[in-house]
C-alpha cells in the first residue's frame, strides 16, 4: 500500500501525540499490588482474613480515586512451599510488574524469601511470618522488606498478664504447644518471664503436637495425669478448638489457669460450650469486639459480618496495615516531590518512622523495617450475643513494651527490660 | 491408677479410629492387590460430610441422642462413591504397583480440591454433640461415653467383618477371590462384582470413621494425608492384607503413641516408627502377614 502525503501526517501527529502525553499515561495506569497468601492448607483461613481485609481496603481507596491518583489492582498468587512461593513472587515482580508486593503468614516462606526480596530490589511488605528459629535476627538490616512485629510479643503480653493476675496462685506449669519454632519460642519465653519475677513454678510436662494433630485424647490425658495449675499453649490452628473440646471432655479445663496466647487466630471455633469463662486469650491485633476500638475498625467488622457472616481475626489487621501503610507512604512521597510520583525509594524512605491507625489500633514501622503494633488479651466470657468466646476485662498493649529493640537478643533482652506489670 | 487408665483410654480411642481405616485398606489390598492411598481421603470426606449430614437433620428437629445413629447412616450413605472410583482403579489393576499408587495419590489430592470446593479452607466441626451422652468419671479417670461408643463400634466391625469373611458363601468367595482370582473366576465368581463389593466395603469403613471421629475433632483438608500415614504404620505392623493385623497394628500404634506422648512427647512419632523399623527388619510380612512368595 502506498503512503499518501495526508497519511503520513496523520500518522506522525498521532506518534507526537503519544510521545506528548507519555508520562500522563504512565502515571495514570493502575497501581499493582502484588499478594502472596495461602488459600489451602492450615493456614487457609488466616490467609483469607488477609485477602478479604485488602480487598476492602483497595475497594475503599479506589472509590475516592486511588493511592495516589492510581486505581489500584490486586494480582493474587499463593502462598505454599518456600520454594514454590519464591517463584511466584519472582512472577509477580519479573512478569506481573507490581509495584508493591504484602502478604506471607509462614515463617519458613518468610525467612526464604526474604533474601530474594532484597535480591530483586522489590517492596515487600510481610504481614505476618516473624518468629525466628532461636529468635535471632536472620534478615538484619533488610531494605526493601518489611517485616511484621515479632511473633513472640503474644507470648510475652500473656506472661505478663498471667503474672499480673494470678502471681501465688500457681506452683505447677504444664505447656502444649505446637512442634515448631513457633510454639517452642513462645513456651520458652513464658519460662523465661516466670524466672525473671521469680516465680516459683515447676514445669511438670511440655507436650509438643505436630501442627494438625486432631486427636489430642493422649495429649489431655498427659496433662491430665501431672495435674498443672496452669496450662501455657500457643495452639493456634484447627487442633487449638478440638484439643478445647477434648480438654473440656476429660476435666482438664475445670479449676486450671488456662493461658493461650494465640487463641484469637481461631476464635469464632471457640465454643461457648467447651471454652471456659476466665481463660487468658491472646486476639493479637484485632479484637473483633473491642468496644473501644475506632469507627474505621467498627464499619470493617460489620462490612465483613454482612458479607461472610463470620468474624474477622489478627490476619486481616496485619494484611489492612500493609496497604494502608504503604497508601500512606506513597502519598507522603508524592507530596514531598511536588506532586510526582515517588520512585520506589522515596515510598521506602517514607515507610520508616511514622504510625498509622490500623483496624487493632495504632500501629507503625521502625528503622529495622519491623512493624509496632497494638497487642490485645484479655479474659474470657460468656456473656455475649455469640455462641463462642469473648473478652471480659482485656488489656491493650503497643508493641514497644512486648518486643525486643532493634538489634537486641531476645533471651537477653527479657532478662533486662523495664515491663510494666 | 486413674492416670494410667485415661492414659489407656485415649490409646484405645485412638486406635479404634486407626483400626476403622486400617481395615478397609487392608480389605481392598486383601482382596484386589491395590494399595489404596485413597483411603484417608474416605475418612476425610465422612468427616466433612458428617458435619454436614448433621446440621441437614437438625434443621428436621432429629433429637441430639440420635448423633451416633445419624453420624453412621452419613457414612453408609457415602458408599456410593465406591463403584465409580473402583471402575476408575481397574485401568492399573493388572499394572506395576507404582501405578496404583500414582493414581491413588491423584485421587487424594483430588479429593482434598473437592473438599476445598465444597466445604472451604476452614476446618469444619460440630460445635455440640459431642458430650450429649455424658461422661463416666469414676475418681480422676473420666471418659466421654461418646469415646466408648466409637470404641464400641470399632469392636463391632472388628467381630462382623471377621464373622462375615469366615462364616458367610460370600465371605468364603472373597477369600478365594483373593487367594487365586483366575482359579475363581474359572469357578465362575463375578470377580469385577467382588472388586466394587470389597472396595465399596472399604470406602465406607473409611467414610464412617470419618464420620465417628468428626464430633470429637474437626473436618480439616489435611487429615486425609495426616492419617493414611498412621494407617500405614498400622498395616506395616499388622501385616499387609490381614484383618488380625490391622486391629493389632491399631492397638499397638495407639498405645505405644498414648504412652510415649506421656513419658517421652518428643518421641510421640519416633516411638512409632522405631517398631515399624523392627517389624520390617525381623518380620517383613507384619505380626500376621503371610509371604507373597
Not at chain 1, 513456651?187 to 519475677?197: H, S, T, Y
Not at chain 1, 511440655?206 to 496433662?223: N, R
Not at chain 2, 484383618?243 to 510415649?260: E, N, P
Request: charge should be neutral; proline fraction near 4%; charged fraction near 15%.
Amino acid at each position: 500500500m502506498a503512503l499518501s502525503r495526508r497519511r503520513f501526517l496523520a500518522s506522525a501527529a498521532a506518534v507526537s501525540a503519544l510521545g506528548v502525553f507519555a508520562p500522563a499515561v504512565a502515571q495514570n495506569k493502575p497501581l499493582r499490588i502484588g499478594i502472596l497468601a495461602p488459600r489451602s492448607g492450615i493456614a487457609a483461613a488466616p490467609g483469607l482474613n488477609g485477602i478479604r481485609a485488602t480487598q476492602w481496603a483497595v475497594d475503599r481507596y479506589n472509590a475516592r480515586g486511588g493511592i495516589g491518583g492510581r486505581k489500584v489492582e490486586l494480582v493474587i498468587e499463593d502462598e505454599s512451599s518456600p520454594k514454590d512461593t519464591i517463584e511466584r513472587f519472582s512472577k509477580l515482580v519479573q512478569q506481573e510488574k507490581v509495584d508493591c508486593v504484602q502478604g506471607i503468614i509462614s515463617t519458613g516462606v518468610g525467612l526464604a524469601l526474604g533474601p530474594v526480596v532484597e535480591e530483586a530490589r522489590a517492596l515487600t511488605i510481610y504481614w505476618d511470618g516473624t518468629t525466628q528459629d532461636g529468635v535471632d535476627e536472620k534478615i538484619p538490616n533488610p531494605r526493601y522488606l518489611f517485616r511484621s512485629t515479632d511473633n513472640e510479643c503474644e507470648a510475652v503480653m500473656s506472661s505478663l498478664l498471667a503474672i499480673k493476675s494470678w502471681k501465688g496462685k500457681f506452683a505447677t506449669v504444664a505447656g502444649i504447644n505446637p512442634d515448631y519454632s513457633y510454639g517452642r519460642n513462645n513456651m520458652a519465653a513464658f519460662i523465661a518471664i516466670l524466672k525473671r519475677f521469680n516465680i516459683d513454678h515447676k514445669v511438670v510436662t511440655e507436650q509438643w503436637p505436630k501442627v494438625g494433630t486432631m486427636d489430642l485424647t493422649s495429649h489431655v490425658a498427659a496433662l491430665k495425669a501431672v495435674k498443672p495449675d496452669l496450662i501455657f499453649s500457643s495452639l493456634l490452628f484447627a487442633d487449638l478448638p478440638v484439643f478445647m473440646k477434648q480438654a473440656h471432655a476429660a476435666g482438664l479445663t475445670e479449676g486450671t489457669k488456662l493461658v493461650f496466647p494465640a487463641a484469637g487466630w481461631q476464635h469464632t471455633l471457640m465454643k461457648k460450650e467447651f471454652t471456659p469463662e476466665g481463660m487468658l486469650f491472646g486476639h493479637n491485633t484485632l479484637y473483633f469486639a473491642n468496644p473501644e476500638a475506632s469507627p474505621l475498625a467498627k464499619e470493617f467488622v460489620a462490612w465483613y459480618e454482612t458479607t461472610y457472616n463470620d468474624y474477622p481475626e489478627w490476619e486481616a489487621d496485619r494484611a489492612y496495615f500493609a496497604v494502608a501503610s504503604y497508601k500512606e507512604a506513597v502519598e507522603k512521597a508524592m507530596a514531598a516531590k511536588g506532586g510526582n510520583w515517588p520512585s520506589q525509594d522515596d515510598v521506602i524512605d517514607a515507610l520508616v518512622g511514622f504510625s498509622i491507625e490500623s483496624l487493632g489500633g495504632k500501629s507503625g514501622w521502625r528503622k529495622d523495617h519491623i512493624a509496632e503494633q497494638t497487642f490485645v488479651q484479655g479474659f474470657t466470657t460468656h456473656k455475649n450475643k455469640y455462641d463462642f468466646v469473648t473478652l471480659g476485662s482485656f488489656e491493650t498493649r503497643y508493641a514497644t513494651e512486648l518486643q525486643k529493640p532493634p538489634g537486641a537478643n531476645f533471651w537477653e533482652w527479657i532478662k533486662t527490660a523495664e515491663f510494666n506489670i | 491408677m486413674s492416670a494410667f487408665a485415661n492414659i489407656f483410654a485415649g490409646g484405645v480411642f485412638h486406635a479404634a479410629v486407626l483400626f476403622l481405616v486400617a481395615a478397609g485398606l487392608q480389605l481392598v489390598f486383601g482382596v484386589q492387590k491395590i494399595v489404596n492411598l485413597a483411603c484417608g481421603s474416605f475418612y476425610a470426606l465422612g468427616a466433612y460430610f458428617g458435619v454436614t449430614f448433621i446440621g441437614y437433620v437438625h434443621q428436621f428437629g432429629v433429637s441430639e441422642w440420635l448423633l451416633l445413629p445419624a453420624l453412621v447412616f452419613s457414612g453408609l450413605l457415602l458408599g456410593f462413591i465406591g463403584p465409580p472410583i473402583e471402575r476408575l482403579l481397574r485401568t492399573v489393576y493388572d499394572r506395576d504397583e507404582s501405578f496404583q499408587l500414582l493414581l491413588t495419590f491423584a485421587l487424594v489430592l483430588m479429593f482434598q480440591d473437592v473438599f476445598k470446593f465444597i466445604w472451604g479452607a476452614n476446618p469444619r466441626s460440630l460445635d455440640t454433640g459431642y458430650l450429649i451422652y455424658g461422661t463416666v468419671s469414676t475418681g480422676d479417670f473420666s471418659i466421654p461415653v461418646y469415646n466408648l461408643l466409637v470404641i464400641a463400634a470399632a469392636i463391632a466391625v472388628a467381630v462382623g467383618l471377621g464373622t462375615f469373611l469366615q462364616r458367610t458363601n460370600y465371605g468364603r468367595i472373597l477369600r478365594a477371590t483373593a487367594e487365586n482370582r483366575a482359579m475363581a473366576e474359572a469357578l465362575g465368581v463375578d470377580v469385577r462384582h467382588i472388586y466394587a463389593t470389597v472396595f465399596t466395603l472399604g470406602a465406607v469403613l473409611g467414610t464412617t470413621a470419618g464420620a465417628l471421629v468428626v464430633p470429637t475433632a474437626a473436618a480439616s483438608l489435611d487429615m486425609a494425608i495426616e492419617f493414611v500415614i498412621e494407617a500405614f504404620a498400622v498395616v506395616v505392623i499388622g501385616g499387609l492384607g490381614s484383618m488380625r493385623g490391622a486391629l493389632a497394628g491399631a492397638l499397638i500404634v495407639g498405645l505405644i503413641r498414648a504412652l510415649s506422648i506421656v513419658l517421652y512427647p518428643e518421641l510421640e512419632v519416633l516411638a512409632i516408627y522405631l517398631i515399624v523399623i523392627a517389624v520390617l527388619i525381623f518380620r517383613p510380612v507384619g505380626l500376621f502377614g503371610r509371604s507373597l512368595a
